[in-house]
């Protein structure tokens, strides 16, 4: 009791005002002062930075863009360290890169901003650095991040020169109308060819060959002449700090203790603690807890002023309300919304589904919130009579998916079932009463099972890309051959110097979904690179296969495919399935169907007994009478046995096969 009694003295004593005079009331290991008194795991004891002495003028914001591996976080890294934002020491290698993910594979999957501050001829700027993921897979990032930009950084391998998302990057930059920076990393490598990789520029981008910057991002050699190139091309951004505020949330992280944080751009006014601010996307109304920016972990300041970027916290409970590509306005001071961004576009569909079903809950909540800090990712709720409950996932592409696969492991310790992915079809309906049913005479087909017959179906519609492969010219014959195999149309065919070209072709996306990034990188020694974008719908022979079972349709294994692929496919199935499925005692036919024809057959032999075993000697006619009974045996039990296919089974049909 007496333990209770001063447990509770001391807690009375520690939620009353602490007297100036009276530090003692404080327990030893909370610091003295008046941020002893704040909860300690936010960023509200850090010292504020005071922003205003950083007008328009002296404000610049850029990313930087490049293909996969051509030395962005490297470059980022070098300079956090020569503007004196981190330290200089050995261990600074992907500092923006923060995921478990990004790290172990070496690529950016989420881009990172961070504030620089940089003395310029005696002039202090601020410079908001963005670093994007290279991979095509994560262009919407990229999208959503010149957004908040004036220009950008286009690093290019002096070793690799251009490749396809080098070139995707530079025209997603153009088309904003950014100013852009031509940077030439790797110049210290043994093979670098510089001056091949400028020429390639000059031709590709019709940037002047003295604009490139040549660098070496490891050694940090001329780092400081990419600095002073920001400052002098990059323009400052167009706003007015007199205008009423204008942010624009251009990203979102959740944090467990104080909601979501959301990156904002400001494209006027300013912003500050205690501000109360709407969302033109929700209509809904909060109050402003906390504004800094991020230097790259999150520094609070006083307030942000247009043209800066930073980011806020405002008592959002998810990152729904905090939409990217909202606009946020003070109350009673409604601005037009700033034009936001194209949502993202699934092309990859896979089912999810717990691997026990007791795990459903876990999972659900796992999902909601990854889904919070990757919002391009689209969820809607499925279930399979095989794999029990779970979601239907659209993903940007395979990479996305894997990443999303691997993160739900790691950050959540979840284990899951992932379907082979599909991609959605088209179909326009003919008769009136799928049109009266559907409601529309177009329908998005992502699930086999709600594939409409062809007698009712004008035409099947099944979604293309636009492809660009850029190849040394040995690799060409193969990569024709390779195209013309997945049923691609060439577009297009540009050399980029003597020894590199550059192809377009229109793919059917399901073509490529799967193993062709795989497949062009074997067939070129890894020298290619691949890039893709959305090329809309045509018109394509497709149709529904079932798979049977002793003549029994398995509803979970019906595939929609192209008519030129489907005996291929079915092949494949049949053969997977006579390996996946336990033997019984009666023979098992396992057949591939379109409508009524079979296109292809495995036969599952059934146990049987040695029923000749006692027959040593005598006539070859007992030994017929006993196989024929046995036959017949055999025969009755085909008719009157089940095959049920057990779920691990299944599991292996349909997942994704991370061997071929």
């Not at 009694?5 to 007297?19: D, V």
């Not at 002449?225 to 949330?249: F, G, H, M, R, S």
């Not at 809950?361 to 800090?373: G, P």
């Not at 050399?495 to 067939?523: C, W």
């Amino acid at each position: 009791m007496a333990l209770a009694g001063r447990t509770a003295m001391w807690w009375a004593r520690l939620r009353s005002p602490c007297p100036a005079a009276a530090p003692l009331c404080l327990p030893p290991w909370l610091p003295a002062g008046p941020v002893a008194c704040e909860r300690l795991y936010s960023s509200r004891g850090k010292e504020k930075i005071d922003t205003s002495m950083y007008s328009i003028e002296r404000i610049r914001n850029f990313s930087i863009i490049a293909h996969v591996d051509h030395g962005k976080s490297t470059l980022a890294d070098r300079l956090l360290e020569m503007t004196g934002t981190i330290a200089k020491t050995d261990r600074n290698k992907q500092v923006l890169d923060k995921l478990q993910v990004e790290r172990e594979r070496g690529i950016t999957v989420k881009a990172q901003s961070a504030s620089l501050f940089y003395n310029h001829e005696g002039v202090n700027y601020l410079l908001n650095l963005i670093d994007t993921p290279g991979h095509v897979d994560f262009s919407y990032e990229v999208s959503r991040s010149l957004s908040a930009c004036q220009g950008v950084i286009l690093v290019v391998d002096a070793n690799e020169g251009i490749q396809a998302q080098t070139v995707a990057n530079f025209y997603l930059a153009f088309e904003a109308q950014l100013a852009i920076i031509p940077v030439i990393n790797k110049i210290d490598l043994k093979n670098a060819d510089p001056e091949r990789v400028e020429k390639q520029i000059e031709k590709l981008f019709d940037i002047p060959i003295d604009e490139c910057v040549r660098i070496s991002a490891k050694q940090g050699t001329n780092v400081e002449k990419v600095l002073q190139k920001v400052i002098e091309k990059i323009p400052p951004p167009q706003c007015n700090p007199a205008d009423p505020l204008k942010a624009l949330v251009f990203d979102s992280t959740f944090d467990h203790y104080r909601g979501v944080i959301a990156n904002v751009a400001l494209f006027g006014g300013e912003i500050q603690k205690g501000h109360k601010i709407v969302s033109a996307h929700t209509k809904k109304r909060y109050e402003v807890n906390e504004v800094g920016i991020l230097t790259p972990n999150e520094q609070p300041t006083h307030k942000l002023y247009a043209g800066q970027v930073g980011y806020l916290i405002a008592g959002m409970k998810e990152v729904t309300e905090a939409q990217i590509g909202d606009t946020l306005f003070l109350y009673k001071q409604p601005v037009e919304p700033l034009s936001g961004f194209k949502s993202a576009k699934p092309m990859v569909f896979a089912g999810m589904y717990p691997v026990d079903q007791t795990e459903y809950n876990n999972l659900k909540s796992a999902l909601e919130r990854l889904t919070l800090n990757d919002s391009s990712v689209t969820v809607h709720r499925d279930s399979s009579l095989a794999l029990g409950a779970g979601w239907r996932l659209g993903f940007l592409g395979l990479l996305h998916m894997e990443v999303f696969n691997q993160r739900l492991e790691q950050e959540y310790n979840m284990s899951v079932i992932l379907t082979a992915p599909t991609v959605p079809y088209k179909a326009i309906l003919s008769s009136a009463k799928l049109i009266k049913e559907y409601g529309k005479a177009e329908i998005t087909i992502i699930n086999p099972a709600q594939f409409p017959d062809k007698l009712s179906v004008s035409e099947y519609l099944e979604p293309t890309v636009l492809g660009t492969i850029v190849t040394p010219h040995e690799y060409i014959g193969k990569i024709i051959a390779l195209c013309q195999d997945r049923r691609a149309v060439q577009k297009d065919m540009l050399y980029i110097d003597e020894s590199r070209v550059m192809l377009k072709y229109l793919f059917p996306l399901n073509e490529i979904v799967v193993d062709f990034y795989d497949a062009l990188k074997s067939l070129s020694s890894g020298y290619a690179s691949f890039d893709y974008e959305d090329s809309g719908y045509q018109a394509a022979d497709l149709i529904k296969m079932d798979i049977l079972l002793n003549g029994n349709p398995v509803e979970e294994l019906a595939t929609i495919v192209h008519n030129d692929k489907a005996y291929a496919t079915g092949k494949f199935l049949c053969e997977r399935l006579k390996d996946a499925i336990p033997r019984q005692l009666f023979e098992i036919a396992i057949q591939a169907a379109i409508g009524k024809k079979i296109i292809a057959r495995e036969t599952l032999k059934a146990y049987r007994k040695n029923v000749v075993a006692k027959c040593y000697g005598g006539d070859i006619t007992r030994r017929m009478k006993l196989l024929k009974r046995q036959a017949e045996g055999k025969k009755l039990m085909r008719k009157i046995g089940n095959v049920e296919v057990p779920r691990d089974a299944f599991i292996r049909v349909l997942k994704r096969q991370t061997d071929k």
